[in-house]
């Protein structure tokens, strides 16, 4: 399933591959020293079912889940969100780290993707703190805005979604996560093309929403609300931790 090796011809192959390290033999490393060994078996399983899907390349990358997973612990996470889901990789990363009475909003516009993971997650003894929700986010997250209650309820959210809509998702969810908690914003550096020239041979829908990464980044790095940390983790995972 995997290839090594750092030419240009051959790039890696592994499932939900998109390290910007330019080695895929240092990736391969990484991945069969530090992540495989010490992966659940539950998201192991899952993994082995999501590279079946022709849309595999959509998933949390191995190496990633394994950071979110160690980060909700870190922060002792309990009330999470998830916008963008695919077949749940991420989000049993999260649902495993969560405590017993932990919960997850998680809200993706296609049902099908997320039963396909469902029962790998029903088996592991995490689906109970998911409340998975059909159709577009930004709705639901208007309504949430709406109830005074839910501002700052939120200890983590983490946006792995369509891009073009990225700032409209943060407008919102930063009044949703609690001032000290954390929002992670999945694929910033999308493909390493963000620091393409304009006339890069990009494939089309890199080239699409770019522009609309680079939008984002724009906003967060000045957004006075929130510190800032952008890491080269799968395809670019940007953390914020809200301050005020």
């Not at 991420?90 to 997850?104: E, F």
């Not at 029962?119 to 709705?139: C, S, T, Y």
Request: net charge negative.
């Amino acid at each position: 399933m995997a290839t090594t090796g750092d030419n240009q011809n051959g790039r890696h192959q592994e499932v939900g591959h998109k390290s910007l390290l330019q080695s895929d033999a240092l990736y391969q490393y990484i991945l069969e020293t530090s992540v495989y060994p010490r992966e659940p078996e539950a998201m192991k399983e899952l993994r082995e079912v999501t590279a079946k899907h022709p849309w595999n390349l959509m998933t949390t990358s191995a190496d990633e889940g394994q950071f979110l997973n160690m980060l909700l612990k870190l922060i002792n996470a309990k009330n999470t969100m998830e916008i963008g889901v695919y077949t749940g990789y991420s989000l049993l990363a999260t649902a495993l780290a969560l405590p017993h009475d932990g919960k997850i909003l998680a809200m993706d516009i296609n049902r099908e993707n997320f039963e396909i993971g469902l029962p790998v997650i029903e088996k592991a003894g995490v689906a109970h703190k998911i409340d998975f929700r059909e159709g577009p986010a930004l709705p639901v997250l208007d309504l949430m805005i709406e109830d005074p209650k839910n501002h700052g309820s939120f200890d983590f959210i983490f946006v792995d979604a369509d891009k073009d809509n990225y700032i409209n998702y943060h407008k919102r969810i930063i009044e949703l996560v609690k001032v000290g908690g954390l929002i992670g914003y999945d694929n910033t550096l999308w493909s390493g093309s963000v620091v393409a020239p304009a006339d890069a041979p990009l494939r089309k829908y890199i080239r699409y929403y770019r522009d609309f990464v680079l939008e984002l980044n724009k906003a967060l790095a000045a957004d006075p609300r929130i510190e800032i940390c952008q890491l080269p983790i799968g395809d670019g995972i940007t953390l914020c931790r809200r301050i005020s």
